[in-house]
């Protein structure tokens, strides 16, 4: 058990946290490479290994070894190259949860390209300036007709794409991905020399969803699917050849967070629902009829779910349930725990690293909190002079000592952007821009973004303290706080809400949730302006763009 993770942790076990943050470390050998040291090694010493069990909303159902990854991506690799692609090149793919996205990626690891995963929601804008930006020499996309129209339509904008490849079935103008593997070797010849790749060579780049403004392009090495054991192992707590889920799209930073990296080093079994739309009863069917063993979603869909009869589910398979994307409100796993007795540990991080923070095994959740700082990250809460604030005052996520030991896992810069990057990583410690607080155990607390933080009559007031007593009434669902302008105090609070099912605004409901936040956070912190909307705006990532409802509202940045 735990052969490859014993292969790059010179230690698995740990006694407790202080043990696992001061004694766990990553070997990273200079040429590894997912494909070969992680699929193609778990194909040759267990070769029927589970490592993808997959279904869909119309019944489909396909189950993959280990070796049946390795195959077939030996043969998407073959196809891959006669038409052109090699080492450094760069192939857009948007594949939603598709069961080919996995063959598709550990293919160009093993040729040494450069994957950017892209959600289904882009535009042919979106798709354009990411083409351009990069140099993106090919498409992969799943044959939707949104998708690849939008594709289709941003060609003439694009003119890097040379070659385009439509998977799960055929399309007039597309090269058919089952047709270009169908008579390819399953025989593939780890490169040599300058073909081979190395752990600083570029493997993978995000591009991040920013609330306003072109998304940044996030490169990470090869070295970066090892930053993930942490994220996978002591964080989500995955099981060799049990299974666990991810909810996320291939197109989102998560995907690689639960669905390939640390969970396949961790010999875990990925399970995929392919759904077309998030039908949180659907979903929780799922959840109980696969027998799942570790779970992991965004707040909203845990949020969503709790609007259902999450009792009627048996849900005892699932050991640990796990969430990250945003934060968790307190009365959110709260809930949870009241209906299935577990707690949901909470992570924290960005497309720019593995989780940073998270409630390792060691350690009890504690309702509101992201837990405590990853080993190897140096994490520290910093003010505007870069210096460490006390227990309880707020400062900015920071991981220091860059110079010293680059974490793995952590980003190497944007793509392009050699500016933006020295900024970024250049000096001695990365600013995320997020702002928390650390109490007297060393639980840290979610603010908000630096951004988001709202200042008025002399207060600072953090937007997620303020959202997380308001989801805590009956009546929200989710919402957004954010200032908004005002002729005497010259910003207020406002809140953006979501209801329940079965509640209808009106001036009482109002009041009575102003009454509510008063009653549960300091009254200063009230929403004196709440508005009432059927969703809110996010990001393709599913953040909420509070950015966008300031603006809306006539707040000027």
């Not at 007795?341 to 992201?370: D, N």
């Amino acid at each position: 058990m735990d052969y490859l993770l014993k292969k790059f942790c010179p230690r698995i076990e740990f006694d407790s946290y202080e043990d696992f943050f001061e004694n766990f470390t990553i070997n990273a050998p200079e040429n590894f490479n997912f494909g070969y040291d992680v699929v193609d090694e778990w194909a040759r010493v267990e070769p029927e290994k589970k490592a993808l069990v997959w279904t869909d909303d119309d019944g489909n159902y396909r189950e993959f070894t280990f070796t049946d990854i390795s195959r077939l991506s030996n043969k998407a690799a073959n196809a891959f190259v006669k038409l052109g692609i090699k080492k450094g090149d760069i192939v857009l793919c948007i594949l939603r949860r598709r069961w080919e996205y996995w063959v598709v990626a550990t293919a160009l690891c093993k040729i040494g390209a450069t994957i950017i995963p892209a959600t289904i929601q882009l535009t042919k804008k979106d798709i354009a300036y990411r083409a351009n930006q990069c140099n993106v020499k090919m498409l992969v996309c799943v044959n939707d007709d949104y998708v690849c129209t939008q594709a289709e339509q941003a060609l003439p904008d694009a003119p890097s794409i040379e070659k385009r490849v439509c998977v799960a079935g055929e399309r007039e103008g597309w090269l058919s991905f089952n047709d270009l593997i169908a008579n390819e070797s399953e025989e593939w010849t780890r490169p040599t020399g300058d073909a081979a790749t190395t752990i600083n060579d570029i493997m993978l780049i995000y591009f991040t969803s920013g609330t306003t403004g072109n998304a940044k392009a996030v490169m990470h090495t090869f070295r970066h699917p090892l930053g993930h054991i942490i994220t996978a192992k002591y964080w989500q707590q995955v099981q060799e050849n049990k299974r666990h889920m991810s909810v996320t799209d291939s197109g989102w930073a998560k995907f690689g967070w639960g669905k390939i990296y640390g969970q396949w080093i961790c010999g875990a079994t990925v399970f995929c629902y392919d759904m077309k739309k998030f039908i949180p009863a659907k979903l929780l069917k799922v959840m109980q009829d696969y027998k799942l063993t570790t779970f992991c979603a965004p707040p909203t869909m845990y949020r969503f779910m709790l609007q259902e009869d999450v009792a009627a589910y048996d849900l005892s398979s699932i050991q640990n349930f796990a969430t990250a994307g945003e934060p968790l409100n307190a009365e959110v796993t709260i809930q949870w725990e009241k209906f299935t007795g577990k707690k949901i540990r909470e992570g924290f991080g960005q497309s720019e690293g593995p989780v940073l923070l998270a409630t390792f095994p060691w350690l009890e959740p504690r309702p509101g909190s992201m837990g405590k700082p990853s080993p190897l990250l140096n994490i520290k809460l910093l003010d505007d002079d870069g210096n460490e604030v006390e227990d309880g005052e707020e400062g900015a996520i920071c991981i220091t000592h860059l110079k010293d030991a680059y974490p793995p896992g952590l980003f190497v810069g944007y793509f392009g952007d050699e500016n933006r990057t020295k900024e970024a990583v250049g000096g001695e410690y990365y600013n995320l821009h997020d702002m928390a607080w650390r109490d007297s155990s060393g639980y840290h607390y979610f603010v908000g973004r630096n951004d988001d933080v709202i200042k008025c009559s002399g207060y600072r007031i953090g937007p997620f303290e303020v959202e997380s007593a308001l989801v805590a009434h009956p009546a929200v669902v989710e919402c957004a706080i954010t200032a908004a302008p005002d002729p005497i105090r010259g910003k207020v609070v406002k809140a953006t809400i979501v209801l329940a099912k079965g509640y209808e605004p009106s001036p009482e409901l109002t009041k009575e949730l102003q009454n509510h936040v008063k009653k549960t956070t300091a009254p200063y912190k009230y929403p004196r302006i709440v508005e009432y909307v059927d969703e809110l705006p996010k990001t393709v990532g599913g953040k909420i763009k509070r950015k966008l409802i300031r603006q809306t509202d006539g707040i000027k940045e």
